[in-house]
């Protein structure tokens, strides 16, 4: 039966507001989770006490940042569009339905100018620090990968520029450990002339809408201006650490902040997870050395095409030497100033090689092999690579850092950002990255204090059992045959093991190595 129900819009009712959100509503769980009493502290020296008109209570304006970057609310005037209108959101900031919500201008105004890059970075730390008093924290293994962020600024106004080239950090280290390579050569080492030259110079394109911005274009994606959030996750998704950059700054020159960062805060992290872009000679000596481990994939050789394979040039040790496809060394020449020996072949031999041709096009018909002084670091990534534990946790990590960029990108509005200049944009995104965190953090304890439909209790996997699974998966790949080589050819990467991990994994691969060549 057809029933129209009569419109009574300006009725009056008695509500209460309490009521009128549901008991497992998720800003019920973030409100429940942490006590936002806290951010009074961080922002307590940025107030006057004793002069000027009262101010919005701070709580709130971190309240309606958080609702922003939870539900992904495109700008700050549409967010206060959905607080005024929303009943959860504004039992969420504690104001009635009668009471007008801050102007979008006056939350805007804060953090822009008064709340700083060290209170949002209190905030982000805050609840960092709150998921790890829960035990929810597990940074054995870290994740580290970085996200393009497009950039609110119009590719078609921009202008050449030539900027400085920036001083690699480890530029000292690398000119002592070239000089001392070369004395030991008897090559005579370089001189430090470094300070006497101008910095050399490149030309790049800059945005006349945000300079500090960079032009960003790979494979498919469509040029555009943009920034990258460099990030670090644990294995339970949580954002540990980020370092925005311009769009235009490689992966691996944005790695030394995040991992100071990354060491300063969690020093008891023993395995780094990235992709290829981070296994170059310096982040692998970096982690190496500092007793850690660098979990990573195979690079593809950037070889000449229709020429020999990378492998068939042979580093040989013990004479330092390079042997090349048709059995003849390549002798050491010269270490340059980049860090790279030069091996070079003897023309006369080459002028009738058969595969000259494949080989080298040089008119003196002189091969040039080049091999890195940290090198060796490399294959120790390398070699680990194939060990199952660490094939494992890579295989993860599209899990993990590819799951936290995607979920900050379709669900909290990280594909594009209203905001201009590197200080503004990195406070975003913290922000958002702080919101994800909570709302894990929430959902969690909401989950261990309440029973599920069934009677149960929603508890995760006990860290025992995940250790348990992960020895046996470990054990299982050493009792099998093939793996009985590997035990052998690999005690290269034990043997030269740093740090507080060297004793305990010498143990463990003598004792396994022993156990499997007895059977």
């Not at 819009?9 to 008695?14: I, M």
């Not at 202008?159 to 000089?179: H, S, T």
């Not at 020449?333 to 980049?338: A, F, I």
Request: a positive charge; one cysteine or more; charged letters at 30%.
């Amino acid at each position: 039966m057809l029933v129209k129900k009569a419109e009574d819009r300006g009725q009056l009712e008695f509500v209460n507001l309490e009521n009128m959100v549901p008991q497992d509503h998720l800003l019920r769980k973030i409100d429940a989770a942490i006590d936002f009493k806290k951010i009074y502290e961080f922002v307590e020296d940025l107030y006057c006490e004793d002069n000027g008109r009262p101010s919005v209570d701070p709580v709130v304006l971190f309240k309606i940042v958080l609702i922003q970057h939870i539900y992904g609310l495109p700008s700050l005037r549409r967010t206060l569009e959905e607080v005024s209108m929303n009943l959860a959101y504004r039992w969420f900031i504690g104001y009635p339905l009668n009471e007008a919500v801050p102007h979008f201008s006056t939350v805007s105004y804060n953090f822009k100018h008064r709340f700083n890059h060290a209170t949002v970075e209190h905030v982000f730390r805050w609840v960092l620090k709150s998921a790890a008093e829960e035990g929810y924290l597990d940074t054995e293994a870290i994740f580290v990968d970085g996200t393009h962020i497009q950039a609110s600024a119009n590719l078609k106004k921009q202008a050449g520029k030539a900027v400085p080239k920036q001083a690699k950090r480890y530029a000292k280290e690398l000119f002592e450990e070239v000089n001392k390579d070369r004395e030991e050569h008897g090559k005579k080492p370089f001189s430090e002339d470094s300070g006497k030259k101008p910095p050399e110079e490149r030309e790049t394109v800059v945005s006349t809408t945000d300079p500090e911005s960079g032009i960003f274009h790979k494979g498919e994606h469509k040029k555009c201006f943009a920034y990258e959030a460099h990030t670090a996750c644990d294995k339970h998704n949580f954002i540990l650490g980020v370092h925005v950059t311009p769009g235009n700054v490689p992966d691996s020159t944005a790695f030394d902040p995040l991992y100071d960062e990354l060491c300063q805060n969690y020093p008891e992290h023993k395995t780094v997870v990235a992709d290829s872009a981070y296994k170059t000679p310096w982040i692998c000596k970096r982690i190496f050395e500092s007793g850690r481990v660098l979990s990573t994939c195979y690079t593809r050789p950037k070889t000449k095409e229709k020429g020999h394979p990378w492998w068939a040039y042979v580093y040989d040790e013990y004479f330092d030497d390079v042997i090349c496809p048709e059995y003849h060394a390549l002798h050491y020449s010269t270490t340059n100033r980049d860090g790279y020996r030069e091996y070079k072949s003897r023309a006369y031999l080459c002028k009738t090689c058969p595969t000259r041709g494949m080989c080298t096009e040089s008119a003196k018909c002189e091969k040039t092999f080049l091999r890195h002084i940290w090198q060796e670091y490399v294959e120790m990534a390398e070699d680990i690579r194939h060990m199952a534990v660490y094939r494992e946790l890579y295989r993860l990590r599209k899990e993990k850092i590819e799951r936290v960029f995607a979920d900050a990108k379709e669900k909290h509005g990280m594909r594009y950002t209203q905001y201009r200049g590197l200080a503004q944009v990195t406070n975003w995104v913290k922000l958002k990255f702080a919101a994800m965190n909570l709302k894990k953090l929430a959902t969690w304890k909401w989950n261990c204090r309440h029973p599920a439909p069934d009677g149960g209790k929603r508890t995760r996997l006990g860290k025992k059992i995940q250790l348990l699974f992960r020895y046996f998966s470990f054990f299982r790949s050493c009792l099998h045959a093939k793996n009985l080589l590997w035990l052998n050819c690999h005690s290269r990467f034990f043997d030269r093991l740093k740090g507080p991990l060297c004793g305990p994994f010498l143990v463990f691969y003598a004792s396994a190595r022993g156990w499997i060549l007895r059977l």
